[in-house]
């Protein structure tokens, strides 16, 4: 076991003073920066910490430098700071005129954030950019003060020697929720507005109570194209760095290692942190979930401490269907910055438990039959990497096998009210109640033994697949999801039901998949139906369960949805 604790980074540029250095951006466009390409086609210059990590050999949390230095603020105010005070204490408004992108602007500083409206250009020919109207705090990693010294800047850019970056983000023309870094450089004659400015605009970021302040990193080296430790360096510490989290980074060895080093965490431990990243593929992210919930069904203080902990996951793996679904992106740094900014969501857990009293908890889907099958075959083609998937894909199809079982389910107590897809601020996840992540204790108990009583429905057959899909798993293989108008959180599972049919008739339902996903209607041999439990008894020759990447030892499974069991670092796809 590797364990390192990151560092900030202190960077600064040519000529260039920095007046807070934990602060120098990993995101300036400078020569040295290399170009990081995202999933989706979109480059962005980032700059990997100069400060590298440290062997740590404990899981203690360290102590760490203060976050923002706190300047000597000068007693008279600048005579350009049209400065005005209002409200009560804990608020304070300002106004200040700045140059922004060759403008002049008036900047507002208000509860929520900065209002920018355009006074005049200072160059009319070199044009306007776009200049936002205003910048929310839950946009802003944090602001710095850097002065300009080199003399083709202070000739040339006469009243802008001294800036205040902001650092934040922006959403991407073609797709709101990719993200790709920003700064807002706003130029000024004074160094006291600077100074007052970045140390007001830090000191409201701190004030927010769903920041996290020190996270716990998991990163699997070995996991899909190996390149964790990579996304790690080069993407998502940057980012943590330039918003002042500390973070403990520790390299998994095996499998399930993750989960066992999650459940041993003390309850001292377990406090010193925020929130678990995961830095690899889905198969980390689960084990991380499921030893969180291991330390849950402890009970007492580790479980209350265990239920305020929010989980991240910044893809490196073969699928990442969970950074997907909750980001609509596998862009590492959307998901690092969703962390970063201390976003916060539920998310639905599905409970799988077998008949030899074994049970794992997942929030994609459960498959079994086709899914199954390939997962099994496969392993042995791992070497092979994510390319494995098609190969064995296909020689799984045309092998045409279909399995006899009993299917039981138990339906929603409410049919849902029409068909909605999932996104930021949903309202179908957004209702219940707010506090049942902390408060339910039901996961805890066996699927069958909840669910003894309850109007279940049965069918016998033979199905080439059966699923249970938890939330809209979408991928790079479906950008809509396997299920499209499933929930983050919504208290219940599509299950899918596909009959026996012929390998034509089942190349033409995985073909739909990738365009409009699993529907109800789509195919006569198909069925999807909302669900809150199901059971699977196998009757004869058995295929495998795929719960998630993983599979079962024993095929005789009964599932449960739990309603937002866990918060995660997300807001939902910005649609």
């Given at each position: ?235 998502a510490m940057p980012v943590f760095n330039l918003a002042g989290v500390r ?28 929130g678990i990243v995961a830095v690899g593929g889905d198969g980390l992210f689960q084990e991380i979930m499921n030893g969180l919930l291991d330390l ?280």
């Open positions: 076991m590797q364990a390192n604790q990151g560092s900030f980074a202190e960077q600064q540029r040519p000529g260039h003073k920095h007046k807070n250095s934990l602060l120098a951006s990993p995101f300036e466009k400078v020569a040295s920066s290399e170009s990081t390409q995202t999933l989706e086609g979109e480059s962005v210059a980032l700059i990997s910490p100069a400060a590298q990590s440290s062997q740590r050999p404990s899981m203690r949390r360290m102590s760490g430098k203060a976050l923002f230095a706190e300047p000597n603020l000068p007693q008279d105010t600048p005579a350009e700071s049209l400065y005005s005070q209002g409200g009560d204490d804990s608020t304070t408004f300002a106004e200040a005129v700045f140059i922004l992108q060759q403008n002049r602007v008036s900047v507002t500083l208000t509860s929520s954030g900065l209002q920018l409206t355009r006074l005049g250009c200072t160059f009319p020919c070199c044009g306007t950019r776009h200049i936002p109207v205003a910048v929310s705090y839950d946009d802003i990693l944090s602001a710095s003060y850097l002065q300009n010294t080199s003399w083709i800047w202070t000739t040339f850019c006469i009243g802008q020697t001294h800036q205040l970056v902001i650092h934040t983000f922006k959403r991407s023309r073609r797709r709101r929720c990719l993200w790709c870094p920003q700064q807002l450089i706003l130029g000024s004659s004074s160094a006291g507005v600077v100074e007052e400015w970045a140390m007001r605009i830090n000191s409201a970021i701190r004030q927010s109570s769903h920041r996290p302040r020190d996270l716990l990193v998991l990163l699997n080296p070995f996991g899909g194209t190996r390149k964790a430790k990579e996304v790690w360096r080069d993407i973070c403990m980074n520790i390299e998994t060895e095996r499998a399930w290692h993750a989960r066992q080093l999650i459940s041993e965490l003390t309850l001292h431990e377990l406090n010193s942190y925020d849950r069904a402890q009970g007492g203080d580790m479980a209350a401490a265990a239920a305020c902990m929010r989980l991240g996951h910044i893809p490196a793996g073969s699928t990442d269907a969970v950074a997907y679904s909750i980001n609509g992106t596998r862009s590492q740094l959307t998901a690092a910055l969703h962390i970063a900014l201390g976003d916060r969501i539920p998310l639905d857990v599905l409970r799988v438990d077998t008949e030899d009293m074994q049970h794992r908890f997942a929030v994609c889907v459960a498959s079994y039959g086709y899914m199954g099958d390939l997962m099994k075959d496969s392993e042995k083609l791992r070497w092979m990497g994510p390319a494995r998937y098609n190969i064995q894909g296909a020689i799984t199809l045309f092998t045409g096998k279909a399995y006899t079982a009993r299917v039981s389910w138990l339906p929603p107590p409410l049919p849902r009210r029409g068909r909605s897809v999932c996104g930021a601020n949903c309202a179908v996840c957004g209702s219940g109640d707010p506090n049942h992540t902390h408060t339910s204790t039901a996961f805890n108990q066996p699927s069958q033994k909840s669910l003894e009583a309850g109007s279940w429905q049965h069918v016998e057959g033979d199905f080439k697949s059966v699923m249970a899909i938890v939330t809209p798993c979408r991928s790079d293989q479906s950008a809509v999801g396997l299920s499209p108008y499933a929930h983050l959180s919504d208290g219940r599972l599509q299950m899918v039901l596909v009959h026996n049919c012929s390998v034509l008739q089942y190349l033409r339902f995985l073909a739909a998949i990738p365009q409009a996903g699993v529907e109800q209607g789509q195919f006569s041999y198909v069925e999807v139906l909302d669900v809150t439990a199901m059971r699977v008894e196998p009757v004869g020759r058995e295929s495998f369960w795929n719960v998630d990447g993983e599979l079962l030892e024993n095929n005789h499974v009964t599932c449960q949805v739990h309603k937002g069991l866990v918060e995660i670092f997300a807001r939902g796809v910005e649609l």
